[in-house]
Each structure stands twice: as C-alpha cells, then as structure tokens.
Nanobody, 125 residues
Framework: VQLQAFGGGSVQAGGSLRLSCAASGSAFSNYAAGWFRQGPGKEREFVAAISRAGTRRSYADSVKGRFTVSRDNAATRVFLQMNSLEPEDTAVYYC???????????????????WGQGTQVTVSS
C-alpha cells in the first residue's frame, strides 16, 4: 500500500488542523493505521492509532482530548483532527499502515510496514 499524508500547515496556538492520509494499492480495510510525529531535535513518537475497522483507537497522553483519529475505508483515508494545538505539537507528522487480520491498534513504530511522507505542522505561540 502507498500512503500520502497532507493537510499540514502553520497555525497559531489554540487553532486546529485536519491531517489526511490517502492510501492506494490494496484493500485498506485490511490495514491498521497510525500517526506519528517527529519534532525538531526529537525522536519520532506515537500520536494516535486506529484499528482496521475503526472500532478501536489509542492516543498518546500528550494529545488525548485534543486529537481524534478516524478513517473512511471506502475512501481509503485516515484522518487526524487536531484541536487546541500547542507549540509543542510542532513536528513533521507521518501516517503509517500495517496489514493485519486482527482488530489491534498498533502504537509502536516498529510494528508498521508502510509509511507515508511527512507533512509539516507548525504551531506558533
């Protein structure tokens, strides 16, 4: 599966952005998906994950209550709605996917087979 993330941009603190990840090349409903980010000078970190049917979700503590992950398997897309953005959310955001037969959510980057290119999110104070 090929992934392409888009929707990043520059916003002020308190603002919102919605990231999208478009998947192509395979039956997307067979893939668990996730979002990760890498801030300047930081390691890549987990942000959010969703099971292949969209029935289970997991979030990093730092984004709980502010970010929402969702998916539309018919449209082969995964979304990350980001509200109440903070300067600490500034990072390159990556979407990832892993083919699975279970309803698991995957929270570690080494569990993912496929990665999209990143999209930059910049939050100014």
């Amino acid at each position: 599966v090929q992934l392409q993330a888009f929707g990043g941009g520059s916003v002020q603190a308190g603002g919102s952005l919605r990231l999208s990840c478009a998947a192509s090349g395979s039956a997307f409903s067979n893939y668990a998906a996730g979002w990760f980010r890498q801030g300047p000078g930081k390691e890549r970190e987990f942000v959010a994950a969703i099971s292949r049917a969209g029935t289970r979700r997991s979030y990093a503590d730092s984004v709980k209550g502010r970010f929402t992950v969702s998916r539309d398997n018919a449209a082969t897309r995964v979304f990350l709605q980001m509200n109440s953005l903070e300067p600490e959310d500034t990072a390159v955001y990556y979407c990832a996917a892993h083919q699975t037969v279970t309803g698991a959510v995957l929270v570690s980057d080494d569990q993912y087979q496929y990665w999209g290119q990143g999209t930059q999110v910049t939050v100014s104070s």
